[in-house]
């Protein structure tokens, strides 16, 4: 594996627990699992991707619990499809915690060295090259290089070669790669400045703390998380006079004088590009977050830049609490190299170079999550090719895991990629809290699931399905303390004994609201919850599923390989060139190719013979 970032950590482990030898490079193993960006771990769909991971046997969900500082549950006021779970994380104690883990995991050696080159014969994998000229030969490799490929940090008129954090890059990696055919592009991501806490007057801004107990991970029970403490994140917003000075000084901005080539994030843009995109809005809300129980360090999210330095105190020192504040890091933006990801195959294995894989950042995508799932599944795969295995594929029905992956693969990105609960079409399938039930069968299939957890997770199963079986059957007697709490609540009063279930079908009415009328109540808050979506949406979920497996029929539709799609007549000569391109293995895969068209696809069904 190159790299120990959350893509690699996830592969290196995966591969280790499942029996290969592993060794895990990176440049600086005192930034193993570092947070170069937000201290969070979760947030609107990046907190599926958590709960699925750990459902197959990652590590972020169980390292997240452990080192959490505050715990919310985002859209807790929308539907269950949308709930996101996000943890402030302590930065220090994630890195020691999972620096440990990789440390005392059998079949696995940590090794810090900068890669600089992949050795390929007769087109597969067969070792890489250190910085020292040290070659290490190998089956696979993964490469999860993150942001340090080529790595240019700029900060106002200054640009110099580097890595996050001031860490070094990694400037002859991707020189190899290009010198084996393949593609890459340049990517740019930014970050704000971190203050010093004594001197921010905390009281001026808005506290917010943390409102749930769910934890990311089946083996982190509730009790455990509810040791946790709870340090408040504020809330603060910019005004007038930093808009104005921001604008006084686009150009001097990299980004407006083209200094920046690099492509960023559309959904994490830095405030100088907010200000201008909407410059009808009066103020942007930024959340002021803690980095760590043992720091003073804060961490001003939506305040990232890339201004010169002058400029980021002029602009800190308008917001409210902020006027004497003291930036302990600067805000920068860091350009990068990257590949296309079109050249990966859903295993995330290079299709012109067997046994050579790639994770994270590297393929793509921005976010600790998005990077630390692709590791998961390039990790379980490049051990189950080895091991002459099945591999693990993950469609778009059954996890954001499988979305995120194949809307890499099939249509590539042309910016940082970031998950969202909005690019799956079965949100209400793919919740958080059915991840486990998605998921650790296939965790269990290729040995990342032990029996004993996998028994636990059954067990847990027939809980959930004994609590809704307790729930059709158990009446609620109906009484005037009821009836004032079902008013009060919005929804109308009883006037005769309700089955639970049929009352738990109101959208008002939730386990919470009724504890005291329902005394034959004994599972934990885990269960009930999972119990009442899958009553309250019990319709909408059978519908979903239904059109899950319609769409699997035509996943399940499998491409012969090696077809040449420019001999097929009828097709059109741009879905030719895409097809011959991208070598989709189903009409399912075929049919999401932007330029292969619905006529396309039935030319295609009529040459398979269907
Ligand atoms: C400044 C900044 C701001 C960011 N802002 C955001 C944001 O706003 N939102 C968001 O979602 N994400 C953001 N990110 C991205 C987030 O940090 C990454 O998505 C995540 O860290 C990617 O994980 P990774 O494992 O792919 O790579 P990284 O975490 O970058 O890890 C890469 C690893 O590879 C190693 N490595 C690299 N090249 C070599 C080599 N040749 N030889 C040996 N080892 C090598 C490094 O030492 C490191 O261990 C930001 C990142 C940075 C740097």
Same mark, same amino acid.
């Given at each position: 594996m190159v790299g120990a970032g959350h893509a690699g950590i996830e592969a290196a482990l995966a591969s280790a627990r499942l029996g290969l030898d592993t060794i895990l490079f990176t440049m600086n193993l005192d930034s193993v699992g570092n947070m170069p960006c937000n201290p969070s771990i979760g947030g609107t769909g990046k907190g599926h991707l958590v709960f699925e991971i750990d459902a197959l046997g990652g590590e972020m969900g169980r390292a997240a619990d452990l080192v959490t500082l505050q715990n919310r549950m985002l859209n807790s006021g929308k539907g269950p499809a949308v709930h996101s779970k996000r943890v402030q994380a302590d930065r220090a104690a994630y890195h020691v915690l999972m620096k440990h883990t990789l440390e005392t995991t059998d079949n696995l050696r940590l090794y810090q060295t900068e890669i600089t080159d992949v050795l390929v014969e007769n087109g597969a994998v067969s070792g890489v090259v250190t910085a020292l000229g040290a070659v290490f030969e190998c089956k696979a490799a993964i490469i999860c290089a993150g942001t340090y490929l080529n790595g240019r940090v700029i900060v106002g008129e200054h640009a110099y070669p580097s890595g996050p954090d001031g860490l070094l890059p990694a400037n002859s990696l991707t020189a190899s790669l290009i010198s084996l055919g393949i593609k890459t592009m340049r990517f740019k991501t930014g970050t704000p400045p971190r203050v010093l806490k004594s001197s921010v007057d905390l009281g001026k801004l808005e506290i917010q703390h943390g409102d749930t107990d769910i934890p990311f991970s089946a083996l982190t029970d509730e009790e455990e998380l509810a040791k946790r403490p709870d340090i408040p994140c504020y809330i603060v917003y910019t005004n007038e006079k930093t808009h104005e000075i921001i604008r006084s000084n686009l150009h001097r901005s990299p980004l407006f004088s083209g200094m920046i080539e690099g492509v960023g994030p559309r959904y994490c843009p830095s405030i100088e590009d907010k200000v201008v995109r909407f410059a009808d809005k009066e103020r942007h809300q930024l959340f002021v977050e803690p980095l760590g129980e043992n720091t003073e360090e804060l961490y001003i999210q939506g305040f990232s830049s890339s201004l010169p330095a002058d400029v980021q105190?002029?602009?800190?020192? %308008?917001?409210?609490?902020? @006027?004497?504040?003291?930036?302990?890091?600067?805000?920068?933006?860091?350009?990068?190299?990257?590949?296309?990801?079109?050249?990966?195959?859903? &295993?995330?294995?290079?299709?012109? $170079?067997?046994?050579?894989?790639?994770?994270?950042?590297?393929?793509?995508?921005?976010?600790?999550?998005?990077?630390?799932?692709?590791?998961?599944?390039?990790?379980?795969?490049?051990?189950?090719?080895? =091991?002459?295995?099945?591999?693990?594929?993950?469609?778009?029905?059954?996890?954001? *895991?499988?979305?995120?992956?194949?809307?890499?693969?099939? =249509?590539?990105?042309n910016e940082p990629y970031r998950?969202?609960? #909005?690019?799956?079409?079965? !949100?209400?399938?793919?919740?958080?809290?059915?991840?486990?039930?998605?998921? &650790?069968?296939?965790?269990?299939?290729?040995?990342?699931?032990?029996?004993?957890?996998?028994?636990?997770?059954?067990?847990?199963? +027939? !809980? *959930?399905?004994?609590?809704?079986?307790?729930?059709?059957?158990? %009446?609620?007697?109906?009484?005037?303390?009821?009836?004032?709490?079902?008013?009060?609540?919005? %929804?109308?009063?009883?006037?005769?004994?309700?089955?639970?279930?049929?009352?738990?079908?109101?959208?008002?009415? %939730?386990?919470?609201?009724?504890?005291?009328?329902?005394?034959?109540?004994?599972?934990?808050?885990?269960?009930?919850?999972?119990?009442?979506?899958? $009553? =309250?949406?019990?319709?909408?979920?059978?519908?979903?599923?239904?059109?899950? @497996?319609?769409?699997?029929?035509?996943?399940? =539709?499998?491409?012969?390989?090696?077809?040449?799609?420019?001999?097929?007549?009828?097709?059109?000569?741009?879905?030719?060139?895409?097809?011959?391109?991208? !070598?989709?293995?189903?009409?399912?895969?075929?049919? +999401?190719?932007?330029?292969? #068209?619905?006529?396309?696809?039935?030319?295609?069904?009529?040459?398979?013979?269907?």
């Open positions: 105190v002029q602009m800190l020192h %308008t917001l409210p609490g902020f @006027e004497h504040a003291l930036i302990m890091r600067q805000a920068y933006a860091i350009e990068y190299d990257c590949i296309d990801p079109t050249q990966l195959y859903p &295993t995330l294995e290079f299709k012109d $170079i067997s046994g050579l894989y790639g994770a994270g950042q590297f393929n793509g995508t921005s976010g600790y999550e998005e990077a630390a799932a692709q590791g998961l599944i390039a990790g379980i795969n490049a051990a189950l090719k080895i =091991k002459g295995e099945e591999p693990l594929i993950l469609s778009r029905m059954d996890a954001y *895991i499988g979305v995120l992956i194949d809307d890499l693969v099939m =249509k590539g990105t998950i969202m609960t #909005s690019r799956s079409e079965y !949100r209400l399938i793919l919740r958080q809290d059915n991840a486990d039930e998605r998921l &650790t069968p296939e965790g269990y299939r290729v040995g990342l699931i032990s029996e004993e957890r996998y028994e636990k997770f059954k067990e847990k199963q +027939r !809980r *959930i399905e004994a609590e809704i079986q307790r729930a059709e059957l158990t %009446t609620v007697k109906a009484s005037d303390e009821l009836n004032r709490v079902l008013e009060e609540a919005g %929804t109308a009063p009883l006037s005769a004994g309700i089955r639970l279930a049929e009352l738990l079908r109101r959208p008002q009415v %939730t386990y919470g609201l009724i504890t005291e009328f329902d005394p034959t109540r004994t599972e934990s808050k885990r269960i009930l919850q999972c119990a009442q979506i899958r $009553i =309250k949406y019990e319709g909408y979920i059978k519908k979903q599923l239904a059109a899950a @497996e319609r769409q699997k029929k035509l996943e399940n =539709k499998k491409i012969p390989e090696g077809l040449d799609y420019s001999k097929i007549p009828g097709l059109r000569l741009e879905a030719q060139a895409k097809l011959n391109a991208i !070598r989709p293995k189903s009409i399912g895969q075929a049919a +999401r190719i932007s330029g292969v #068209s619905p006529a396309d696809i039935s030319v295609l069904l009529i040459r398979l013979g269907e």
